[in-house]
């Protein structure tokens, strides 16, 4: 069985900062991670996902992850935090090999500071 | 490509009564999730269909909840005797079941709430 453990269920950041936010998985087969934001009231939207390709990984809005198979991480940064990037973010895994629903982290907060 | 839609987006019912939401999925995903969340927490996994074949139920489906997806397209997840407990956002999501990565696409969502 597959989990996932987001570190910090709060993070404030000032505009222009860098934004952080730590996943750290379990799996006993190979993992596919994804991150995925959701605003108020909404569904989630796909920020980006790791399939055994790259280890750094690109998504929308200028974030970026990082896969760490010795670290068993997955950790989601943006240099420059932007107002918009206030939402809450969810960490989630899936085994890839046929099994593809995801289990989620419980997520992180993200407040940005003017 | 019109995404993954959900209806009602917001039910209030009163205890006791029934509830069915539909999903529609995007049109040639042939994979069906339904999840559940509920406020400060992630999304968890219910159910999911291939085509019309409901493969996998979770723990959390009690005999209360019944889903279906008659013919492989849209979706619908019913909630008999509804109890406050069941105050929650349920999510529906869609995909393809071969391909790198196999994104799952997620809906708006449809807000239950019970009083």
């Known amino acids: 069985a597959q989990s996932v453990t987001q570190l910090g269920s709060h993070v404030s950041v000032s505009e222009g900062a860098l934004v952080l936010l730590r996943c750290n998985y379990s799996?006993?087969?190979?993992?596919?991670l994804f991150w995925y934001v959701q605003y108020p009231n909404q569904g989630l939207q796909l920020l980006l996902k790791?399939?055994?390709?790259?280890?750094l990984v690109k998504g929308i809005n200028g974030f970026e992850a990082e896969f760490k198979k010795s670290e068993t991480s997955f950790h989601l940064t943006k240099p420059s935090a932007h107002m918009s990037d206030a939402a809450e973010y969810f960490c989630?895994?899936?085994?890839?090999?046929?099994?593809?629903?995801?289990?989620f982290g419980a997520g992180t907060t993200v407040t940005v500071r003017a | 490509d019109t995404g993954v839609s959900q209806d009602p987006r917001h039910k209030i019912t009163k205890r006791g009564q029934n509830v069915t939401f539909r999903c529609d999925p995007i049109?040639?995903?042939?994979?069906l999730y339904w999840y559940r969340q509920t406020l400060g927490q992630g999304p968890e996994f219910l159910t999911y269909?291939?085509?019309?074949?409901?493969?996998?139920k979770s723990r959390l489906l009690s005999d209360r909840f019944s889903a279906e997806r008659p013919k492989g397209s849209f979706s619908t997840l019913e909630i008999q005797r509804t109890e406050q407990g069941d105050s929650a956002m349920y999510l529906c999501?869609?995909?393809?079941?071969?391909?790198?990565?196999?994104?799952?696409?997620f809906g708006e969502g449809s807000w239950l709430t019970v009083v």
């Open positions: 999501a869609s995909s393809l079941s071969s391909g790198s990565g196999n994104t799952i696409y």
């Open positions: 799996s006993s087969v190979p993992p596919y």
């Open positions: 790791y399939t055994s390709a790259a280890t």
């Open positions: 989630a895994v899936s085994d890839g090999y046929g099994d593809y629903k995801l289990s």
């Open positions: 049109s040639e995903h042939n994979r």
């Open positions: 269909f291939q085509n019309e074949a409901q493969l996998e």
